[in-house]
């Protein structure tokens, strides 16, 4: 037996049907899938394995059973994605990231596997583990394969696949002794597995802020066992074995001290806040300010410092080819004092002098002395967080932490008949664009909500920092301008958030989670023009803006028939010229309004003529009526307009319209009708396809 398997069986369990132990004779349904310990007292496995005990069970009102090395308990559910449909609850298709946490009672002994911290090189030797009744008799399997590529979400294997009651199982990564994947299932001659980097989309489920207890317990037990005298092997001493002799940079040991002291700090509060330490390390060891141009969705300190170890100046500047100790070092550093000022009260002071120890100590054995004495500088101002961060000039090299990003959506012309082709991208500091998603075949527009809520809550947890709360800015064909994605939600309604059943067994969703309520009752949702923001902004354009961002606004109709003094059924209806002559003609601070959807008919030809007049603000109402309730719009419409002042002040007037509106008795009271849309369209913006993209950033996975 390889040491690497001599690691990995104390850690494997079976997931069986509850009862009074499991005995093969009991029959096929007994024994649902397999599952290993990630930390003590936690288990992962597959979502569709204990998807087998129904709805209860997926709710944790009903327990699975557990058998490992250390004997037969039970446990509950705690976190798992996706949710089934009902027709999948036992069995059936299960999309990715097919993964569930289970709290194992009675398991705190128990042998953890070391969960990598990144993604997996391809192509990678692996090693496939868990338990199947492929022969016949239930048994422990272990086959070698290979990580040989990605498809979507998917990690494919080749070589030993997969097979049944194999699911749930570890996928060990030979070269680095890490375990970065779970056996899924097998598709004809490739096997699927979910990476451990799925664990992130747990973080967003109803009750994921465990995760951060988790992954801190897994990095402490790891640390103990290393620190234990006479413990015997374990995977940072297999780990050590593994790694070419001479190789530079951080070792297993020093990433497992990192690890184990980056756990005692507070975690942090999202993706951006790790993204922002990570670029400014990287940005002053590399002496250049290279930003990935592919974010990463980072939800632990450990994942940022792994985006560090490996880093290679490939220009080989500074005479070493080996960068990643400076900047891990650097991280490590940047990280404490980040804690301390972002959350004082929250750190554990005696923890917190250790970790400076170790950092102080390691970078005077190994760091370059421009990086040391950057480290001295941010320990020491971590010992006195009251004194001002940086008592001297801050490093040229060293960029300013970005603020936040905005969340650009670009809808594109239909092609191959009514299939939209979209994408979704970041954008930072009002000018870098970093893509996120995008899918050139299309879909039809009913299915725009679908394929684009997933993209939009990552693109969201990358786009908001600190007090930043990302602004969506959709780029729409005028044809799909009355499209509601100020009323689109993360998760589909009914949606338990990431509880399932079958029936009106389902949890009723948190209505006021992120996750849940529709985007436009808590953030800003632009709607722009796509085929105006394809070309140079025109002069009108430029000069409107200017003057709506001075204000104040008034408001215009976008049709002469359908004024604030109602439209008259059977009105002669204004024609285009008419249309450019009034609207042309207009104060350039005035706003087109209109009381009916623009994205066909009359409303389409008179948004057409706005747009060409250099109308950047557009206020209409996208749902049908009564030609009666026009009078009361448009004078909803003024008020707000009115209130607003100027463009920047209409955000927090529509949003808290919106909210109006959607309750009846407030509706009723204050006489709110209606639907309303909003096209905000600042020209100079970036065009959103023709941005100059910066070089990925010189990092290459190195053995450890």
């Not at 000018?431 to 939009?456: F, I, K, M």
Request: with cysteine; charged share 25%; glycine share 12%.
């Amino acid at each position: 037996m390889s040491a690497l398997e001599d690691l990995v069986r104390p850690s494997l369990a079976r997931i069986v049907a509850p009862g009074d132990g499991y005995a093969p004779e009991r029959g096929e349904d007994e024994y649902w899938g397999s599952g290993f310990f990630i930390a003590p007292g936690w288990l992962l496995t597959c979502a569709h394995v204990v998807g087998k005990g129904g709805a209860q069970v997926w709710r944790s009102r009903s327990p699975v059973g557990v058998t490992w090395q250390g004997g037969t308990t039970t446990g509950e559910v705690v976190l798992a994605k996706p949710r089934p449909e009902p027709a999948q609850a036992s069995r059936g298709r299960w999309d990715f990231p097919d993964i569930a946490l289970v709290r194992v009672h009675g398991a705190d002994d128990a042998r953890c596997i070391w969960l990598s911290d990144r993604a997996p090189t391809i192509p990678a030797p692996v090693s496939l583990h868990g338990w199947s009744r492929q022969t016949g008799a239930l048994g422990l399997r272990h086959g070698v394969g290979e990580a040989s590529g990605r498809d979507g979400k998917a990690l494919l294997l080749t070589g030993a696949l997969p097979v049944e009651g194999l699911s749930g199982g570890p996928v060990v990564d030979l070269r680095h002794g890490s375990v970065i994947a779970m056996n899924k299932g097998v598709r004809q001659t490739e096997g699927a597995a979910v990476p451990v980097t799925a664990l992130r989309e747990l973080y967003d489920v109803r009750g994921g802020d465990i995760l951060h207890t988790v992954m801190r317990e897994h990095d402490l037990h790891h640390l103990a066992r290393f620190n234990r005298p006479g413990a015997g092997t374990d995977w940072t001493r297999v780990q050590t074995e593994l790694r070419d002799p001479g190789v530079p940079g951080l070792t297993p040991a020093q990433r497992l001290h990192l690890y184990g002291h980056l756990a005692q700090l507070p975690p942090p509060s999202g993706p951006g806040e790790i993204a922002d330490l990570v670029q400014e390390a990287k940005s002053r060891v590399v002496q250049s300010d290279f930003r990935s141009p592919f974010p990463e969705d980072l939800r632990t300190w450990r994942e940022g410092a792994a985006l560090l170890h490996g880093l290679r100046d490939l220009g080989d500047k500074a005479g070493r080819p080996e960068l990643d100790l400076d900047a891990v070092l650097l991280y490590a550093a940047k990280a404490a004092l980040h804690t301390v000022l972002a959350r004082p009260g929250d750190t554990d002071p005696e923890r917190l002098r250790d970790f400076t120890r170790w950092i102080e100590e390691q970078a005077v054995l190994y760091a370059q002395p421009v990086i040391r004495e950057d480290i001295a500088r941010l320990l020491d101002d971590v010992r006195r967080p009251e004194a001002p961060r940086f008592r001297g000039a801050v490093p040229a090299s060293e960029p300013p932490s970005r603020t936040g990003a905005d969340v650009l959506v670009d809808i594109g012309e239909p092609v191959y008949g009514e299939r939209y082709p979209l994408s979704v991208r970041l954008l930072y500091d009002g000018r870098d664009v970093t893509p996120l998603y995008s899918n050139d075949l299309g879909v039809r527009r009913h299915e725009l909500q679908e394929h684009l809520r997933e993209p939009l809550a990552e693109a969201l947890r990358l786009g908001d920092r600190g007090e930043h709360l990302a602004v969506i800015e959709a780029f729409l064909p005028r044809a799909l301008l009355d499209e509601p994605i100020d009323e689109w939600r993360l998760v589909p309604e009914g949606d338990g958030d990431g509880a399932a059943g079958e029936g009106d067994e389902y949890e009723e969703t948190d209505f006021f989670d992120e996750q849940s309520m529709p985007l436009g009752l808590r953030r800003t949702v632009l709607l722009r023009d796509r085929r105006r923001n394809a070309k140079p902004p025109i002069p009108e354009w430029r000069r409107r803006w200017t003057a709506t961002e001075r204000g104040p606004l008034s408001g215009i109709p976008l049709r002469g028939e359908s004024t604030d003094t109602g439209h008259a059924s059977g009105a002669r209806r204004e024609g285009r010229y008419g249309t450019l002559r009034r609207l042309s003609g207009s104060g350039d601070g005035c706003v087109p309004v209109f009381c009916g959807p623009v994205g066909s008919g009359a409303g389409r030809q008179a948004m057409d003529v706005a747009l060409a007049a250099g109308h950047p603000l557009v206020l209409w109402r996208r749902d049908g009526h009564d030609h009666d309730e026009c009078r009361t719009f448009h004078r909803s419409a003024a008020r707000l307009l009115s209130l607003a002042g100027r463009a920047e002040g209409l955000h927090a007037h529509v949003r808290d319209l919106r909210i109006g509106a959607s309750d009846p008795d407030i509706a009723l009271s204050e006489g709110l009708t209606g639907r309303i849309a909003v096209l905000y369209d600042p020209p100079d913006r970036p065009p959103y396809g023709t941005e100059p993209m910066r070089p990925p950033p010189l990092a290459g996975p190195q053995a450890f």
